[in-house]
Structure formats: structure tokens, C-alpha cells
């Protein structure tokens, strides 16, 4: 990095803040040594945490507020008197040009609703998507909407698709990676019109993308495709399930090997294997939803997660600015504008 990279932390969001973003800080540090923090938060609680580590401490600017948004805050109510919480004015301060990305582990909806706001989005999108990677058993997968747009029109889809391509590209280093839109079969004819659609229009766009067409559920955790596209209701719901089925079966092996005394030797000498399988699934490694389409890097993490997982978000915005995501987005977006694909195209592609 040629410029100091700063980015700016809303310091009391998530259910251990502030003491996670201190400590996922000081974790960041060694992957991530030319970044500078904009901390927005309680001095109060803030000094101390950082008085325990002058490493930490070097690379902070602390801007005090007292207010903070909760889990309980609806985004109506923050967006009219939430512009003095550390939220508002950790977003604020990438609108402002002081950073260049933002981290939050706080209330989602918020998030989304002031950054919008605030940040905007960027030429050619209509709405802004949540992405985040998911593990496979071909390597990660991109997956979007997650939960910001419960009703989408094929142009939706169509961004969204566009946006995580340009992701699996920049982040993931894929150099073509593929696309699919989720749906209730591969058949063309299956899905309902927004579906149907938005692969017509993939099938025809002048962008060389590699579209592989229709995707089911469990093609996600087979890899079937690099980035897996639907709309936001249909995206929670599967990320809850797949999160849900992780835990499910994480207690089921819990539970096996305490049932008897060879069932514990069993467990000692697979350790090794069933540590493997724990560090590629570690929800912490895959912390850290983005917010694609707005006009700045915002990244969500886990309001329940540790150190280990807000650092991984650090890592994430660091990656999305350092890599000129945002610009590659506007490129492709001005290519695909220009050349456009004519409603006669689309339909020859039905």
C-alpha cells in the first residue's frame, strides 16, 4: 500500500463490544500492519482496553460518543434520531472521505439503512445486496442476497450476479468464476418469472462472465458454481438452515463420542481429522458480510462473534479497499450498460 489505509469501527456494536474490536485489532495487526482505526465509541470504556495495549493504542484515533444503536432499535427509528451514534458516525466518516471502509458488528438492519443513506450506491445498481462465503467441497463460494431485498426483479438478480462475480474475482483471486442462480431445479422451465429472466438476460450479456445457469440448494455445499444468486428472503433462509445444519450435526458428533469409553478413544485418535474438519467449517473464518453496491466498503460481522472473527472482518474490508473492488464494480456496470442486451436477445434466449 502506497497511502495509509484507514477504516473506520463502530466500537460498540455486537454483544462484546468494545472489548472484541480491541482485541480483533490487536489480532489484525501482523496480517494487516498499514492500517489505521477511527474507533466511534464510549472513551470511557475504550481508554482502558486500549491503555492494556500500546500496539493497538499507535494505530487508534478514538471519537468519542455515548450513544450506540442496539439490537432492539428498528431502522426507522435509528434513522431519525440515531446521528450521534457510533454507528451513524463510523458510516459517516467514510462518506466524509476520513476512511475507507467501515466495519460494524450491530444491528443489521440498522446497518443497512444508514448506510444506504449515508453511502449511496454506485452507478447502475438499484439495490445493494449481503454477501458473505460460504465453505464447499470444491473451495469458497460466494453467496448473495443474504437478506437485504426479501422481493427481487430479475435486474436485481442480474446486479447481484454481476457484484459477485467481480467479488469471487477480487477477493477469492478466481479468474472466471461461475455463476448460478438458486432455484427449485436446473430445468429451464422451473422458477418463476424473475428467475427465468434474470438467465436470459445472463445468457445474453455482452460481460464475459461464466454463467452456469440454474443451481438447487444443494449444490452450495457441493461448489457447484463460485457464486450462488437469489434474492434476499430465499438467501436467509438458506444460510440460516446451512449455519442451523452445521451446529446440528457439530452436537451430534459432541454427543457420540462422550456416549462410552471407546467412543472417547475413538474421539483421541481422530483429533487430528476432526480438527481439520473444525478449522475449514470455523463460522469465525467466514465473518464478515459485505454490503456490495454502495458508494464504500461496509462490511457487517456477527454481532455474537470474538476477536478471532472481527478480525477476519478487518480483513475483509481491507481486502475489498485495497483491491479497488468498488472500481472494478463501475467498470463492469458502464460495460454492461453500453452494451446492453436488446429485449429480442433475451427472448431468443428463453
Known sequence: MTERLILSLDAMGGDQAPHVVVA?????LRLHPGVHYLLYGDEAQLGPLLECSRDVAAVCTVRHTAERVSNDDKPSQVLRQGRKTSMWLAIQAVKDGEASGVISAGNT???MAMA???LRTLPGISRPAIATVLPSRQGDVVMLDLGANSD???QNLVEFAIMGEVFARTVLGLA???IGL??????DMKGNEAVRTASALLRASPLPIRFHGFVEGDDIGAGTVDVVVTDGFTGNVALKTVEGTARLYAGFLRDAFHGSFLARLGYFLARPALTRVKNRTDPRRYNGAMFLGLNGVCV???GGTDDVGFANAIGVAASLVTRGFNDRIKDEFATLQFGAP?????ASHR
Open 300 to 302: 457487517k460481522s456477527h
Open 152 to 154: 427481487c426483479d430479475a
Open 342 to 346: 436488446s429485449s429480442a436477445a433475451v
Open 176 to 178: 472466471r468464476p461461475s
Open 182 to 187: 438458486l432455484n427449485i431445479g436446473a430445468e
Open 109 to 111: 438492519g440498522a446497518l
Open 116 to 118: 444506504k443513506i449515508l
Open 24 to 28: 480483533g485489532i490487536e489480532l489484525a
